[in-house]
């Protein structure tokens, strides 16, 4: 039997081409489903980057927002110390300064102060009283005076420029002294800057 043209054709449109036409078609949708697929993929994790970038910044700005109220109230902090240590220990110096040095107030005071510590420290101790080197003319003869009597007989008296008001005393060899000088000045700070933040500050102290 002749095969003719047509029947050629129609054996490789049949066994070849339509085949393959399939296959393709197969091939062109499975690509579609793919390409649709990684398209919603890509668009989840570029929401995903999106959400987690907003949920980032936000982190940041809080954490931006909490620095900056820290820092604030630090600077605050920082202002009110330092005014407080410009305003309340030189005034208590200054004033100490000049109560102590009155005249016949520093004897006075030491003559108090020594009365009592000496009773405190015993008949045996031997007590160190030191002295403004800058009031040594002022304070030897009362010094020299008081020796002759029973409370300063057991006294040794120096004279140092390593003060410049009140006294220091203390026993003998212990290397603890009371400090009746700058002591006070700390002292009275410490009792005083509480009122002061309450009268300076006292929208920060409720």
Same mark, same amino acid.
């Given at each position: ?8 054709t ?17 091939i ?9 697929g ?9 929401? &995903?980057? +999106?959400?987690? #970038?907003? /949920?980032? %910044? ?6 931006? $927002?909490?620095? *900056? ?41 030491? &003559?108090? +102060?020594?009365? #009592?510590? /000496?009773? %405190? ?6 007590? $160190?009283?030191? *002295? ?27 004279f ?47």
């Amino acid at each position: 039997m002749t095969r003719t043209l047509g029947d050629i054709t129609k054996e490789l449109k049949d066994g070849i081409i339509e085949p393959a036409k399939g296959q393709a078609e197969k091939i062109l949708a499975d690509a579609k489903t793919e390409a649709e697929g990684i398209k919603a993929q890509a668009r989840r994790q570029a929401e &995903e980057t +999106v959400s987690q #970038a907003k /949920a980032s %910044a936000g982190l940041i700005k809080k954490q931006m $927002e909490a620095d *900056l109220d820290t820092g604030a109230r630090n600077f605050l902090l920082k202002v009110q110390e330092e005014l407080e240590a410009s305003v309340v220990s030189p005034v208590l110096s200054e004033e100490l300064r000049a109560a102590v040095s009155a005249p016949g107030f520093l004897p006075k005071m030491i &003559e108090q +102060v020594l009365a #009592a510590y /000496a009773k %405190a420290a015993g008949e045996e101790a031997r007590i $160190e009283l030191l *002295l403004p080197e800058k009031q040594k003319k002022e304070l030897e003869a009362w010094c020299l005076k008081k020796c002759s009597q029973k409370m300063l007989g057991r006294v040794d008296v120096h004279f140092t420029d390593q003060i410049s008001f009140g006294f220091k005393l203390g026993l003998q060899g212990s290397g603890n002294q009371f400090n009746f000088s700058d002591g006070l000045v700390e002292a009275l700070s410490d009792f005083c800057s509480p009122r002061f933040r309450k009268h300076f500050f006292a929208s920060k102290e409720k």
